[in-house]
């Protein structure tokens, strides 16, 4: 099990930038894939990035591609997700997610063991 904190979720206008930290702690950082998730009230959790073990391999959905950017710094046991181009949709309490199981863990939530508490993103138009 490994233990995961996030930060840097704040009050942004449309159209700025934003970048989140995932922290994780417990176990080997190396041996999980990451991702990020977001839900907004009365919405489903959503996948809006995933990252590989050893960070060659990125996904990202349709509607975040080109603004969102997944990365990870083994060095500090931290993955980040910079957020450009903010929409108001974009809201959300973002997650942080962790996958031994697999190279990497795709958009499924369920592939994911471990998650952080969550920050919340709110964009104002």
């Known amino acids: 099990q490994v233990q995961l904190v996030e930060s840097g979720g704040t009050v942004v206008q449309a159209g700025g930038s934003l970048r989140l930290s995932c922290v994780a702690s417990g176990r080997t950082f190396t041996m999980y894939s990451m991702g990020w998730f977001r839900q907004a009230p009365g919405k489903e959790r959503e996948c809006v990035a995933t990252i590989s073990r050893d960070g060659d391999f990125t996904y990202y959905p349709d509607f975040v591609k080109r603004r969102f950017t997944v990365s990870r710094d083994d060095a500090r046991n931290t993955v980040y997700l910079q957020m450009n181009s903010l929409k108001p949709e974009d809201t959300a309490v973002y997650y942080c997610?962790?996958?031994?199981?697999?190279?990497?863990?795709?958009?499924?939530?369920?592939?994911?063991?471990?998650w952080g508490q969550g920050t919340q993103v709110t964009v104002s138009s």
């Open positions: 997610a962790a996958t031994s199981r697999y190279y990497s863990g795709g958009k499924d939530a369920t592939n994911y063991d471990d």
